[in-house]
């Protein structure tokens, strides 16, 4: 599809495990944003990246949480030592350029932590 | 302080009832503003940019009073499908875009 896609859809670990989220924004687009949310909340900013770099990294809430995008392209959001506080949907949005205000999200993937 | 404040509601409508939300922004430098829409265990969509001048589009007015930080959404002869959240969206600068916790709208018949 042409849309932002994000894998998996649901995750369900257990406390204390390693989690990679995947993002595959829509193509040509430069900027991906990584969003958390949790239930009755709006989406609360993890990070940005305009390409390959992340240009705002002031949302992950701690050293546990660590995104990249080598390429520019498929981002992975990379969680350690999962908590259960970490039990959100976490989205991923992309533009065509930053700025714009309109981001495509994708549909989410649900991590459960146990 | 959060940086984007709203009313979470919900707000309880008939059919073709006007309603308005209101959302205020902490950071007077921000620079754009935008409404979206997010319907129940979906993502959320883009519904509208918020201009200084004020815009419409169909039965959705939105405005900014940027001397009270303050933008509004104005949604005349609501529809059963309106029913959502929307999310007052403010970009910070350099384009950190945030969301409000957003604001619940049910309509019914």
Request: with cysteine; glycine share 10%; hydrophobic share 30%.
């Amino acid at each position: 599809g042409a849309g932002v896609s994000q894998t998996p859809s649901n995750k369900v670990t257990e406390k204390g495990k390693y989690v990679e989220l995947r993002c595959d924004p829509i193509s040509g687009h430069t900027a991906l944003y990584w969003y958390r949310q949790s239930l009755g909340q709006g989406p609360e900013f993890l990070i940005y990246f305009q390409g390959t770099g992340a240009a705002d990294d002031s949302g992950l809430p701690n050293d546990r949480f660590f995104a990249v995008r080598p390429e520019g392209s498929v981002s992975t959001l990379k969680i350690q030592r999962t908590e259960r506080g970490d039990s959100a949907v976490y989205l991923c949005a992309s533009s065509l350029a930053p700025n714009t205000g309109e981001l495509f999200f994708g549909e989410g993937s649900r991590l459960t932590v146990l | 302080r959060k940086e984007v404040e709203q009313d979470p509601g919900p707000f309880n409508v008939p059919e073709g009832a006007t309603v308005a939300f209101n959302c205020t922004y902490s950071n007077s430098a921000s620079q754009s503003f935008f409404w979206y829409r997010q319907d129940c265990r979906k993502e959320p969509k883009l519904l509208m940019s918020v201009y200084s001048s004020g815009n419409e589009d169909g039965r959705f007015t939105a405005q900014l009073n940027r001397a009270s930080q303050y933008i509004s959404l104005l949604i005349r002869d609501s529809k059963l499908s309106d029913s959502a959240t929307y999310l007052c969206v403010v970009n910070t600068g350099f384009q950190k875009l945030v969301f409000g916790t957003g604001t619940r709208l049910l309509v019914s018949p």
